[in-house]
């Protein structure tokens, strides 16, 4: 599973961490950097090899992840595709909902199979499974004749990304060190804004074509991404925990090699492995056992599906996806005229939000998950808050205008500094092993179950309350996340997977991350 404390101050030394930056430690204790560094630097010193080795993970990181390129670039490319699709196949604002929101509907398809499917072939095919799903579907849209031949498109892309959301996280988890595990589960974040981000270039490059070549061209260039998927396929290794569960030990040890720094480390980790998958295989993997666990939960699991699910559910009821698959509706709404001026909006939204997930990137195994979703969460608040406000001013006018994109862009960069990742990096983070594969399939569910029904009610429900108010209900139900933040999400960083597993056992300290990080900091105090 997760890394012990040594394999984590080996890792920290060597990128030069202090210790006021990272509480790490083995499962007993936690031990202060500062003065152990000189000694851990003597016993393992940064050679070639282990460089290569921090090299290699991130590769598989990055090919992991590229998947979510194909889910970003999807959201980001219909936001403006669908003005054309609206224009050229004459679709009511009814089916420009069906056609938009039914994606994340039918995606929990794919993510109900996704678990159960990845304990069968394996996380790495399950990876690649999902994007020959999702481009099939892409190249059916690209030459859809008609709304029912688009549908149909939707629904294989749907499916697809439902795969690819649930595995891509669980995979990196799985082959990650502890230390880095926060910021290496957060790359499918990274290349879901990506792909957004390409999706609003795509939009605004290829809007000066005719109306019904345009909206093909733009839905068509997102099969480039799966050309470089499949040299990824030669790449990354299949996870380690996977192997050690279908009895291949030789071959996890082989993947163990070439992800951690030293024969000690890799001895350690096939053991803790080995431990954890032995109680799993206690069970006998049966689907009709583990779902009856999930369903039927002991306290422990209880509070892990709340943190792990309630996090998914919140990080889409926010409103993010409606933000950014309508963008072009609020900006249209705030006052801004003409397809070309609105498409050149949406990409600075898209610019802001990829900056700032970078930013989240560095800063979540530094600062913590927990002190980064109060910052999101209330930052989203506000800026949910002022939007509602200027699409409420009369008139619109320049004023309007610009709060409208200021509150648009502050929102997305709160939801990519903090709830964005963060979500994706505990739902990976907080299930134990045997469970993990099902339990994130769970919570990737309520993610696009939430997603759905908020993209496919949008135009409707701003219709009868106006976007102003619809907005004000997002900035509401923000605030309730802040909420949930509190008190229902600890914090992680730092931990092995097995720690954080016994973390959940204590009430105490699930419900409250200042407890559990006082109690680290005392810990290291007396180191």
Request: aromatic share 8%; proline share 3%.
């Amino acid at each position: 599973m997760g890394l012990v404390g040594g394999e984590e101050n080996k890792n920290a030394t060597e990128n030069g961490v202090s210790g006021s930056e990272f509480p790490l430690g083995s499962k007993t204790k936690y031990k202060r950097m500062d003065s152990e560094v000189v000694d851990t630097e003597e016993d393992v010193p940064l050679t070639k090899e282990n460089r290569n080795t921090k090299k290699y993970v991130f590769a598989c990181a990055i090919f992991a992840s590229l998947n979510s390129v194909l889910l970003g670039y999807d959201v980001g490319v219909m936001s403006g595709a669908i003005l054309f699709i609206q224009e050229d196949l004459k679709i009511t604002d009814v089916q420009q909902e069906l056609l938009v929101g039914i994606l994340s509907i039918i995606s929990l398809l794919g993510s109900l199979a996704g678990g159960k499917t990845s304990d069968a072939i394996g996380r790495k095919w399950t990876i690649a499974f999902a994007s020959f799903v999702f481009q099939t579907g892409a190249l059916i849209m690209a030459l859809a004749p008609s709304f029912e031949v688009l549908m149909i498109g939707r629904l294989f892309a749907g499916v697809g990304i439902g795969f690819g959301v649930m595995i891509a996280p669980v995979y990196i988890a799985e082959i990650s060190p502890a230390i880095a595990r926060g910021s290496l589960t957060s790359f499918p974040e990274i290349f879901v804004n990506l792909g957004i981000l390409l999706g609003y270039i795509s939009n605004y490059a290829f809007s000066g074509l005719p109306v019904h070549i345009s909206w093909r061209v733009m839905l068509g260039v997102g099969i480039i991404p799966s050309v470089f998927l499949g040299f990824s396929l030669f790449v990354i290794p299949e996870s380690p925990r996977w192997l050690v569960m279908q009895n291949r030990i030789e071959e996890a040890k082989i993947v163990l090699t070439k992800t951690n720094e030293s024969e000690s480390d890799v001895e350690e980790r096939l053991a803790e492995i080995q431990l954890a998958a032995g109680m799993a295989n206690a069970e006998k993997y049966e689907a009709k056992a583990i779902w009856n666990e999930i369903l039927n939960p002991n306290p422990a699991v209880r509070r892990m599906l709340i943190t792990g699910c309630g996090i998914q559910c919140f990080q889409q009821i926010t409103g993010i996806d409606a933000t950014v698959y309508y963008s072009p509706t609020i900006f249209k709404n705030a006052g801004i005229k003409g397809n070309t001026q609105l498409l050149a909006a949406t990409v600075i939204v898209g610019f802001t939000k990829t900056v700032f997930i970078l930013v989240a990137i560095f800063l979540i195994d530094r600062v913590g998950r927990k002190p980064l979703l109060y910052v999101s969460t209330i930052g989203m608040t506000t800026c949910l808050f002022g939007l509602s406000l200027a699409l409420a001013l009369p008139g619109n006018g320049k004023l309007g205008i610009g709060l409208a994109i200021l509150t648009v862009c502050g929102n997305v960069a709160f939801f990519s500094v903090g709830i964005g990742p963060i979500c994706w990096v505990l739902s990976s983070e907080v299930f134990p092993l045997k469970l993990r594969a099902q339990a994130s399939a769970l919570g990737a569910v309520g993610s696009r179950v939430s997603s759905g029904v908020i993209t496919m009610s949008f135009l409707s429900v701003s219709r009868a309350i106006t976007v102003a108010g619809t907005f004000f209900i997002f900035s509401v139900i923000s605030a309730l996340s802040v909420a949930f933040v509190h008190t229902c999400v600890p914090e992680t960083k730092g931990k092995s997977l097995e720690e954080i597993e016994m973390l959940f056992q204590d009430k105490g300290e699930w419900q409250s991350g200042e407890v559990e990080m006082g109690d680290a900091e005392r810990l290291v105090q007396k180191a």
